[in-house]
């Protein structure tokens, strides 16, 4: 991991203040593992203060380059969005841990995000398509149809997708967690997946201890440093602990997490 | 950098230069290895170890705020036990000064942990945390009365002969009485100033942002509140003082040389810029040598003032 000044390539507007930034940044690309994060500096002023935290969205090893999706939510992330092309961004990374890929690899694979939560999920699974998994079984929620299609830009052509909406203009109406319930017996997983929301994550988790079936998280946790040295992203875990959820995840085993 | 220019013996310790990363934001002298070599500093301050493990408070334990930010970390540790074998087994062979931060709940708890530190030869100096504003008891417990300042000093002197720094806290009525009296009850230096207690809503939930509630503003915002106490207490203690708030750049560290104090420490700055604390070495022998001065120690406590 080390610090950075990854040129912008290009920045795509997906629509819904979602943006993808691509950046120059061989040693990132060529380091990274789907499920590890960049921190990323805003401007050069104080306010706002911290680094912005973003799970890399994907990398390209041969050209260098690096992939963030980005929702803008607030100060920093539109800040950090308007940087124009050619100029740089200072980013540090990669971070945390990543996914394990190895996992069950002969049976199918199910992938669950929510939201902006489907960037390392896609990551992943370019990563588990490059290395010959077929099997891929994505489930996809998010709150509106706008929102969807959004998010569909994101999205590689071959790849089997079950959509849920909050208000039912897309796909299953509900919760992306119901939907998966519905479908996990017919699909058969060897592991789960899951990156977004804290109550997704929470009820994919429930899920899948039910079904029995091996599960990894994303977490989000707000950070300070990314480093481990802040100690401010604690998660608890059901042993008692409280681990670093930047250098000790953001990626667990569902059943390891105290949901 | 000229590197004889920048050195000063204080309480007995040799300091390359003048910058410390701050307790609390460097983790144990490990993670910010792989930015650069920690030996480039002169010192750093573990995260506070208390005698028994702690697993801090709940989350969430951090916000940002405006040039700044809130956290309740909670003193998590892993105890003085894995401290001393396994942590300082790993950090004792760096060429820095290692300064511990000592933590507890009773003024037992700090003269366990200052006693046992004495026999450890790596660890060249106790940092005593009588500030932490985010813990039930000990921390800003004791650092908020002259009595109790006195009561754990006095205590924590008669258990080790290594060097103490009193660190203080700004939630105070008077910062210099409490320095006086740390001076007075036997410490070697004081740092000042650990984090001023604060608070952030949030408005659609109607709840506190963090799960403890209040918590340590940090960063530029508290520089001036920061920069104000070092010189305050500058004029009123003969030991040597840290000074600690919001540094992200030289001219930062420079404030805090110029109003009196004798080292630096970089804080939460680190988290946005890891190798801050070398470019505000270096920053501070540019500014030396933009103003002919041969030896840091002419910058220390030079504000010209004309007191009304």
Known sequence: MQEYEAGIIRTEYCGENIYVIHLACKEIAREAVPGQFVQVKVGNSTDPFLRRTFSLYGVNRERGLVKLVIDVIGRGTEQITAVKRGQCLNIIGPLGKGFDRNINTSKPVVLVAGGIGVAPLLFLTESLQTSGHRQLFFFMGARTESAHNSFKELFPLKLEVYHSSDDGSVGYSGYISDLLEEKLDSIKPGVIYACGPHLMMKAVATIADKFGILCQVSLEERMACGLGACYGCAVRLRDGRMVRSCVDGPVFYAKEVKW | ?308
């Not at chain 2, 004889?4 to 007995?12: C, D, E, I």
């Not at chain 2, 390359?16 to 609390?24: D, F, L, Q, R």
């Not at chain 2, 403890?212 to 960063?219: A, E, P, Q, V």
């Open chain 2, 1 to 308: 950098m000229t590197k004889a220019s920048m050195t000063q013996t204080l309480f007995g310790i040799e300091f390359k230069n003048p910058v410390i990363a701050a307790s609390g934001t460097f983790g144990f002298g490990e993670e910010y290895r792989d930015f650069y070599d920690v030996s480039l500093l002169g010192g750093f301050v573990t995260k506070a170890v208390t005698p028994e493990p702690r697993e801090g408070n709940p989350a969430p334990r951090i916000i940002e705020t405006p040039s700044g930010m809130l956290n309740a970390i909670g003193l998590q540790n892993p105890g003085l036990k894995a401290f001393v074998n396994q942590i300082l087994p790993r950090i004792a062979n760096f060429d820095t000064n290692i300064i511990v931060n000592v933590a507890g709940s009773t003024a037992d708890d700090y003269v366990a942990v200052c006693m046992e530190l004495n026999g450890h030869d790596p660890v060249k100096a106790l940092e005593i945390n009588i500030s932490c504003p985010n813990v039930k008891e000990g921390g800003i417990a004791f650092g908020n009365k002259p009595e109790s300042v006195s009561f754990l000093i006095k205590k924590v002197r008669e258990a080790t002969t290594k060097p103490i720094i009193v660190k203080l806290s700004p939630n105070v009525t008077d910062i210099v009485s409490l320095a006086t009296v740390a001076e007075d009850c036997g410490a070697d230096a004081v740092s000042l100033i650990n984090t001023i207690t604060g608070m952030v809503i949030n408005v659609e939930a109607r709840k506190p942002m963090l799960a403890n509630i209040t918590g340590g503003l940090s960063g530029p915002a508290v520089r001036p509140v920061a920069v104000r106490m070092v010189y305050q207490v500058a004029k009123a203690v003969s030991i040597p003082i840290i000074g600690i708030g919001g540094i992200v750049s030289a001219c930062d560290a420079l404030e805090f040389l110029i109003a009196g104090a004798s080292l630096v420490q970089t804080g939460c700055g680190m988290f946005v810029d890891p190798k801050l604390p070398l470019t505000v070495i270096g920053g501070i022998d540019a500014y030396m040598v933009r103003h002919h001065l041969g030896h840091v120690t002419e910058i220390i406590g030079s504000i010209g003032v004309t007191e009304a």
